[in-house]
């Protein structure tokens, strides 16, 4: 039987996609403003008022930035903390997750409880500090991924994703001759790739974004991740280093802190379209069971 979508149901559709349309445009001015007048010419952007899109297009901006050795080095410190954090995160998360999704495991309710609580109860930032300075992780990159190697909340997701896959599986797996190692390997991870790809997503971000850590722990400016340096231009203005550069090329430090915000935006950008298959199932899959 075909249905038929009643003349209001029709206008309700349109609202919500007019209504999409005008949020998306909303979102997506402030990139486009910013793209446009990191690729402007002088000229234009001396003129002032809104750009949304060069007249013609100039790549001096993104040559200077790149080469600067501090903010080239600052992402290359920034893309070491986010492939090798996001790798700690997932292998902590996945080997403590998956003992704690079996019920036969001795102690299981007692160490749930002490990771619930974490989630209520922090330490707060002053111990954290004191802890980090103490194992001698102050002013090193480390800093920036140990600490946070787990986070309990995408652990008891993980678990819940972990107790919804049938036991069955597994218990083949070893009758085949599977030791506890290969069936994590070989049936549970394939399975869970929804989540998988979910939590990359989750703690890819965190990483490329982290900033009130590196500003804590990190004093050596050659430490820096790139979100701390393009703070520094922004507030502070272009470095000294990017001076002599734009006096070179004709160019404002405008348009040298537009590009330096494309560079550090687009890159994690460009990672979610491979995740977002997996994005809303991975979610949804561990948060409805207990």
Known sequence: MHYKPSLGSRLFDAANVAILIVFSLVTLFPFLYI??????????????GLILWPEEVTW???????SNTHFVRSLMTT?????VGTLTNLVFTVFMAYPLAKKRLKGRRTMLFLVVFTILFSGGMIPTYM???SVGLMNTVWSLILP???SAFNLIIMKNFFQGIPEELEEAARIDGCKNLGVLFRIVLPLSMPALATFTLFYAVGHWNQFFAAVMYITKSNLWPIQVVLRQMIIEGSTQDFEV?????????????MAAIIVATVPILLVYP???????KGVLLGSVKG
């Open 274 to 280: 491979f995740l977002q298959k997996h994005f809303a």
């Open 131 to 133: 802890v980090v300075k």
């Open 35 to 48: 793209l446009a007048t990191s690729l402007a010419p002088l000229q234009q952007v001396l003129r002032g």
């Open 245 to 257: 550069a734009m006096g070179e090329l004709n160019i404002i430090p405008a348009t040298i802190k």
């Open 79 to 83: 893309v070491f903390v986010t492939v």
């Open 148 to 150: 946070g190697a787990i």
């Open 60 to 66: 001096d901006a993104y040559r200077t930035i790149f």
